[in-house]
């Protein structure tokens, strides 16, 4: 007789041997093939996954395969190649495969909910195999909400970078971090919240992480020094002419340009950096079959990957369109940026120079202070208010110019009225240009945020037909040039009087942006290009570029804020802010070309510039008439007749 016994075995111990079993091996490509399923939702291309349109990602989604001895996965891609779905399809792979405790970061709590509801929800109701793993959802069941997801054997949870509670909420196995570029640098005081959810996923052995994005600026992207830790793996396709594996790269896709500056779509190709053969795009889907990713550390268990559009499958976005984008970026700065980041995938470095008081100083032209050179039609005022003191900057405009038409600076505290005196009397002077005629100051915007805000106030306040106005700086960034104005007076009942004085907010940053913008420019052709008199002396162009961009932390997000260094004095530039809000006030900058040139017919001199034809020595003299007396320009009222235009008004400074 047999002593050998069956033994049934509790349903304890049946979870226990389940739990040490091996999980078996199955590739997450193959899982996806057989039971992903794409929503109408949010896919380009829905219905049954397929590997093969995406070749690409079939090597990323064997490091993400629960057999596979690799801890991280980092996908640094252009836009619209898979790199979510890949996300994605982990998730469910988890979830029905290789089940255990997962989180999911999102930049936002909100962008989190919005995944949850557009891209889990949606292809969970076409996906049966992960339907019965889910649980049910029910009002009152915690297991499943729109941020968490119970399923058997594990707890998917849904968090936003900026939320530090969402991040520590628990220990995890895997960890998918998605767009990580958007996240904050410091989220609630408690640190970077990569490193705050990296941690839930310490006490697990055999862990797994994948993170993705699109690239933002070399400084400050995140995914790029993450590419750069892992192997730096780059997709080599063959040429289908000589067989050569090489990157696609956009310095080799070549076209042509017909008469109206539009992309030929059949001349655009790809050349082939061997033999030099034009590769037309019909053979892209052979060539991303047949290709292979090249690590330059391959033994790194970090496996990091980029990859470009150039790769996007046939039928996606098409390098005739990729061409035509290349194209329009190489003028403008914003759209190179967008270019390099969402179409190469590749951090984007901001080569711009740096402005230097010397060489401004170098730029100077042979016209005197105090008078219009010719080009300049309308004249516009900042006036930064000190405690000793009241700094002026004019300048004049034209269409396409800017001009330095005079600096002064007039001593005395703003606390007495002797010094706002001679400011309106400057302010109301004529200015003779060069062909013997006189402009004034169209309007006038004076610094209003220091110790005197009511002695300014108050000058503004009766001179506000003048177009001279209180302006204070916008504590946010991004910001309009001018915004709408405030009033700023009251009555003994403390109500706003309407018709009482107007603080006009200015968006300083914005300003300087465009200012320092101008300031690049190399040429009187180049639109924006700003003209300096060789009388002015070096201090001024210091102050005019004294402000650098900075990097700062605003919130856990990196910003890039105007930074004056210590000691370094900046009132030129804060007048030439004032005097382009000023400009802006007016509205010139919406002006059309026919109302400049009705302006230039009034304004502008019939022959050359007058100016030239006076010895330095009578101009130095004129220079210090108008320095030391503003009296001799005598104030001419305009005329408030009916019928005037806005042309006449605005070269009478009214």
Same mark, same amino acid.
């Given at each position: 007789?047999?002593?050998?016994?069956?033994?049934?075995?509790s349903e304890a111990c049946v979870g226990f041997v389940h739990g040490i079993e091996p999980t078996p091996e199955l590739e997450l490509a193959e899982w996806a093939d057989k039971n992903r399923n794409l929503p109408q939702t949010g896919s380009a291309e829905p219905g049954r996954w397929r590997t093969s349109r995406t070749p690409y990602l079939r090597e990323p989604m064997h490091c993400l395969s629960a057999h596979v001895n690799v801890s991280i996965v980092t996908l640094m891609f252009g836009t619209q190649l898979g790199k979510t779905e890949t996300g994605n399809n982990w998730t469910f792979y988890?979830?029905?495969?290789?089940?255990?405790?997962?989180?999911?970061?999102?930049?936002?709590?909100?962008?989190?909910?919005?995944?949850?509801?557009?891209?889990?929800?949606?292809?969970?109701?076409?996906?049966?195999?992960?339907?019965?793993?889910?649980?049910?959802?029910?009002?009152?069941?915690?297991?499943?909400?729109?941020?968490?997801?119970?399923?058997?054997?594990?707890?998917?949870?849904?968090?936003?970078?900026?939320?530090?509670?969402?991040?520590?909420?628990?220990?995890?196995?895997?960890?998918?971090?998605?767009?990580?570029?958007?996240?904050?640098?410091?989220?609630?005081?408690?640190?970077?919240?990569?490193?705050?959810?990296?941690?839930?996923?310490?006490?697990?052995?055999?862990? *797994?992480? =994948? &993170?993705?994005?699109?690239?933002?600026?070399? /400084?400050? $992207?995140?995914?790029?020094?993450?590419?750069?830790? +892992?192997?730096?793996?780059?997709?080599?396709?063959?040429?289908?002419?000589?067989?050569?594996?090489?990157?696609?790269?956009?310095?080799?896709?070549?076209?042509?340009?017909?008469?109206?500056?539009?992309?030929?779509?059949?001349?655009?190709?790809?050349?082939?950096?061997?033999?030099?053969?034009?590769?037309?795009?019909?053979?892209?889907?052979?060539?991303?079959?047949?290709?292979?990713?090249?690590?330059?550390?391959?033994?790194?268990?970090?496996?990091?990957?980029?990859?470009?559009?150039?790769?996007?499958?046939?039928?996606?976005?098409?390098?005739?369109?990729?061409?035509?984008?290349?194209?329009?970026?190489?003028?403008?700065?914003?759209?190179?940026?967008?270019?390099?980041?969402?179409?190469?995938?590749?951090?984007?470095?901001?080569?711009? *120079?740096? =402005? &230097?008081?010397?060489?401004?100083?170098?730029? /100077?032209? $042979?016209?005197?202070?105090?008078?219009?050179?010719? +080009?300049?039609?309308?004249?516009?005022?900042?006036?930064?208010?000190?405690?000793?003191?009241?700094?002026?900057?004019?300048?004049?405009?034209?269409?396409?110019?800017?001009?330095?038409?005079?600096?002064?600076?007039?001593?005395?505290?703003?606390?007495?009225?002797?010094?706002?005196?001679?400011?309106?009397?400057?302010?109301?002077?004529?200015?003779?240009?060069?062909?013997?005629?006189?402009?004034?100051?169209?309007?006038?915007?004076?610094?209003?945020?220091?110790?005197?805000?009511?002695?300014?106030?108050?000058?503004?306040?009766?001179?506000?037909?003048?177009?001279?106005?209180?302006?204070?700086?916008?504590?946010?960034?991004?910001?309009?040039?001018?915004?709408?104005?405030?009033?700023?007076?009251?009555?003994?009942?403390?109500?706003?009087? *309407?018709?009482?004085?107007?603080?006009?907010?200015?968006?300083?940053?914005?300003?300087?942006?465009?200012?320092?913008?101008?300031?690049?420019?190399?040429?009187?052709?180049?639109?924006?290009?700003?003209?300096?008199?060789?009388?002015?002396?070096?201090?001024?162009?210091?102050?005019?570029?004294?402000?650098?961009?900075?990097?700062?932390?605003?919130?856990?997000?990196?910003?890039?804020?105007?930074?004056?260094?210590?000691?370094?004095?900046?009132?030129?530039?804060?007048?030439?802010?004032?005097?382009?809000?000023?400009?802006?006030?007016?509205?010139?900058?919406?002006?059309?070309?026919?109302?400049?040139?009705?302006?230039?017919?009034?304004?502008q001199p019939p022959t050359g510039d007058l100016f030239e034809q006076s010895s330095n020595e009578d101009r130095e003299k004129s220079r210090v008439e108008a320095v030391e007396s503003v009296a001799p320009r005598k104030r001419r009222r305009s005329s408030n007749r009916k019928g005037k235009t806005f042309t006449e008004s605005i070269l009478n400074g009214r």
């Amino acid at each position: 007789m047999s002593l050998l016994r069956p033994i049934k075995l509790s349903e304890a111990c049946v979870g226990f041997v389940h739990g040490i079993e091996p999980t078996p091996e199955l590739e997450l490509a193959e899982w996806a093939d057989k039971n992903r399923n794409l929503p109408q939702t949010g896919s380009a291309e829905p219905g049954r996954w397929r590997t093969s349109r995406t070749p690409y990602l079939r090597e990323p989604m064997h490091c993400l395969s629960a057999h596979v001895n690799v801890s991280i996965v980092t996908l640094m891609f252009g836009t619209q190649l898979g790199k979510t779905e890949t996300g994605n399809n982990w998730t469910f792979y988890v979830i029905d495969h290789s089940p255990g405790p997962m989180l999911v970061v999102q930049p936002t709590i909100d962008i989190g909910k919005l995944w949850s509801q557009q891209r889990f929800a949606p292809a969970v109701s076409i996906m049966p195999c992960i339907q019965d793993r889910i649980a049910p959802a029910r009002s009152r069941d915690s297991r499943n909400t729109t941020l968490v997801k119970g399923f058997d054997g594990g707890l998917l949870r849904i968090a936003g970078a900026n939320s530090a509670s969402g991040l520590r909420a628990m220990p995890v196995r895997y960890l998918m971090l998605d767009e990580i570029d958007a996240y904050p640098f410091d989220v609630e005081g408690e640190g970077d919240p990569i490193e705050l959810a990296e941690r839930r996923r310490k006490t697990f052995a055999r862990s *797994k992480q =994948l &993170e993705t994005s699109t690239p933002t600026e070399v /400084a400050t $992207s995140r995914i790029n020094r993450r590419f750069e830790d +892992g192997s730096r793996g780059e997709y080599h396709v063959p040429c289908p002419h000589c067989g050569d594996f090489h990157m696609l790269e956009i310095e080799n896709l070549k076209y042509e340009l017909d008469d109206d500056e539009q992309i030929v779509e059949s001349s655009v190709a790809m050349v082939c950096p061997v033999c030099g053969a034009l590769i037309p795009e019909y053979h892209k889907t052979e060539m991303l079959e047949r290709g292979k990713w090249v690590h330059q550390f391959p033994k790194r268990k970090h496996k990091s990957f980029h990859l470009s559009t150039l790769y996007s499958p046939v039928g996606w976005e098409s390098w005739s369109e990729i061409a035509a984008t290349y194209e329009k970026s190489k003028s403008n700065d914003e759209l190179k940026k967008t270019f390099t980041n969402t179409i190469l995938g590749l951090p984007y470095e901001e080569k711009k *120079k740096l =402005l &230097e008081a010397d060489i401004l100083m170098k730029r /100077a032209e $042979s016209y005197p202070l105090g008078k219009c050179p010719v +080009g300049a039609l309308v004249l516009t005022a900042g006036v930064d208010v000190q405690d000793n003191r009241l700094e002026i900057l004019v300048i004049g405009h034209n269409e396409r110019e800017r001009w330095i038409v005079d600096r002064l600076i007039l001593d005395g505290s703003p606390a007495h009225n002797e010094v706002w005196k001679s400011l309106d009397d400057y302010l109301a002077a004529p200015f003779e240009n060069a062909g013997g005629s006189e402009l004034r100051i169209s309007a006038a915007a004076i610094d209003s945020g220091g110790h005197h805000t009511q002695k300014v106030y108050d000058f503004c306040r009766v001179r506000k037909a003048r177009k001279i106005f209180p302006v204070k700086g916008w504590s946010t960034k991004a910001k309009p040039i001018i915004g709408k104005p405030t009033k700023v007076d009251i009555d003994v009942r403390g109500e706003t009087i *309407k018709k009482g004085g107007e603080l006009w907010m200015v968006g300083t940053d914005t300003a300087k942006d465009q200012i320092y913008n101008w300031l690049e420019l190399t040429s009187p052709e180049q639109e924006g290009y700003i003209h300096f008199s060789d009388e002015l002396p070096k201090e001024f162009y210091k102050q005019l570029v004294s402000e650098k961009k900075a990097p700062r932390y605003t919130k856990g997000f990196l910003t890039y804020d105007w930074m004056l260094p210590k000691g370094a004095r900046n009132e030129m530039l804060d007048c030439s802010v004032y005097a382009i809000a000023a400009f802006w006030r007016l509205g010139l900058n919406r002006w059309r070309r026919s109302q400049w040139k009705q302006l230039e017919k009034l304004v502008q001199p019939p022959t050359g510039d007058l100016f030239e034809q006076s010895s330095n020595e009578d101009r130095e003299k004129s220079r210090v008439e108008a320095v030391e007396s503003v009296a001799p320009r005598k104030r001419r009222r305009s005329s408030n007749r009916k019928g005037k235009t806005f042309t006449e008004s605005i070269l009478n400074g009214r």
